[in-house]
């Protein structure tokens, strides 16, 4: 069970979440349209993104929402409640905000926590030491590979084993064993063979361990390790991109920046359907992060002409677009940009048969046959990859777009610190983050 010191910061950490959210432009914006008014009840969305690949689990049904003071400002701590919308916000007059149901939020929070389990916590979980392991070798010289990652060589080998201290390059580790093994009768060509398999095999085994009860912010965690790769992606785009804006003709930046963008789109779009679908799933931990997924959201949106969405961006589409413009500059040897249309002659159709009626196990045969069919045939295959030109302007937004994303990051790195069960004692909480 939470201590009241936990839950307190807990509840204080999604105040402050609703409050940054409450004090957006979007939302100022929004609610100047909406003529906000006295007992009002302001709900937030569950989820900012669009959600493809995630339906099948489907939303939570608990929305955070304020009510509205005299003044036309939201009143804190926000409380819980239940509502049906696909809007960003949703505006419930005082009339029948009275009769919404409603939890005040220091009341949800305990059951909230109780609700998280554990294994969400393995993306916080101190990563230990690597363990030694071993995998069997077979039809080779020697029965086994080892991995022992405290021995001093690179590779040491005995009558039974060949142990590694590193798995991080095959090429590496099999030069190494050719010098160690050039006194001994070793059969390397025999060992040859299924090396490469084994050192992949040994890779797998040797997982790294994780410790879910050893949840701090200042421990080597999978988060950690994410944030920081965020980080250096982020640096080396906006390196990029000035050097790209500086000299736009140099074709060799522009791949550099697509490169960057490619992968971080890829990885961004599994990070973000990860988050969105612990937030289904653990409620609190989207009450905790409310403010970073809305800002994502809003950068999303201010990409150029909507071509992520604007009311509910979409991840797809974000890769897709991305993955549009890096075909264009990565497959040159046929960027036509448009097909080619062959007028053919009378010549062109030499001995041609119209085949009606074919077996219908032959159905994919073509029923139209003449001399240069396999010719044709050939041709087609010469296929153009989905391209597209991005306007001016998109390559600066992309740049908020993945400042929000490593945001993001962070801001669940800290939730689910700060929910941890590790963390329910006085003095081991902070609400920074």
């Known amino acids: 069970m939470a201590s009241k010191a936990q839950i307190t910061a807990v509840s204080a950490a999604i105040e402050k979440q609703v409050s940054q959210l409450a004090q957006s432009g979007a939302y100022r914006s929004w609610s100047n349209t909406a003529s906000v008014t006295d007992g009002d009840l302001v709900v937030f969305n569950n989820s900012f993104l669009y959600r493809e690949g995630i339906a099948g689990r489907g939303k939570n049904e608990s929305y955070l929402a304020i009510e509205i003071g005299r003044d036309g400002k939201p ?219 809305f800002e994502l959201a809003e950068r999303f949106g201010e990409l150029p002409f909507a071509l992520v969405g604007k009311a509910k961006p979409s991840l797809d589409r974000y890769r897709n677009v991305i993955s549009g413009a890096r075909n264009r500059a990565f497959h040159d040897l046929f960027s036509f940009g448009r097909p080619f249309q062959v007028r053919l002659t009378g010549d062109a159709f030499r001995a041609a048969e119209l085949r009606l009626f074919q077996d219908y196990r032959r159905r994919r045969q073509p029923a139209l046959r003449f001399e240069d069919r396999p010719v044709i045939e050939l041709l087609e295959g010469f296929t153009r990859a989905p391209e597209r030109q991005l306007p001016l302007g998109f390559w600066e937004a992309n740049t908020g777009v993945m400042k929000a994303v490593a945001s993001l990051a962070r801001s669940l790195q800290s939730a689910l610190i700060l929910a941890a069960p590790a963390n329910d004692r006085p003095g081991e909480l902070s609400t920074d983050g």
Request: glycine content about 4%; overall charge negative.
């Open 75 to 293: 009143i804190l701590p926000p409380i819980v409640t239940s509502a049906r919308m696909n809007a960003q916000f949703r505006r419930i007059p005082a009339k029948r905000a009275a009769e919404q149901p409603r939890t005040k939020l220091v009341e949800s929070v305990p059951a909230e926590l109780e609700r998280l389990g554990t294994v969400v916590f393995a993306l916080v979980g101190r990563i230990g030491d690597d363990q030694p392991v071993a995998v069997a070798l077979a039809s080779a010289p020697v029965s086994t590979l080892r991995y022992e990652p405290t021995q001093t060589e690179l590779v040491r080998l005995d009558e039974t084993s060949i142990s590694v201290n590193q798995l991080n390059d095959v090429d590496v580790l099999w030069n190494a064993l050719t010098r160690v093994a050039a006194d001994t009768d070793l059969d390397l060509e025999a060992l040859a063979e299924g090396f490469e398999e084994a050192i992949a095999n040994l890779s797998e085994e040797a997982g790294r361990p994780v410790d879910i009860t050893d949840v701090r912010a200042d421990v080597h965690s999978i988060i950690g390790d994410v944030i920081e790769r965020l980080d250096a992606q982020v640096a080396g785009y906006q390196r990029v991109l000035g050097e790209h804006l500086s000299r736009p003709d140099d074709s060799e930046t522009l791949n550099e920046l697509l490169r960057i963008s490619y992968n971080f789109a890829d990885g961004a779009k599994a990070l973000i359907e990860l988050a969105i679908g612990i937030c289904d799933l653990k409620p609190l931990i989207f009450w905790l992060t409310i403010s970073d997924q």
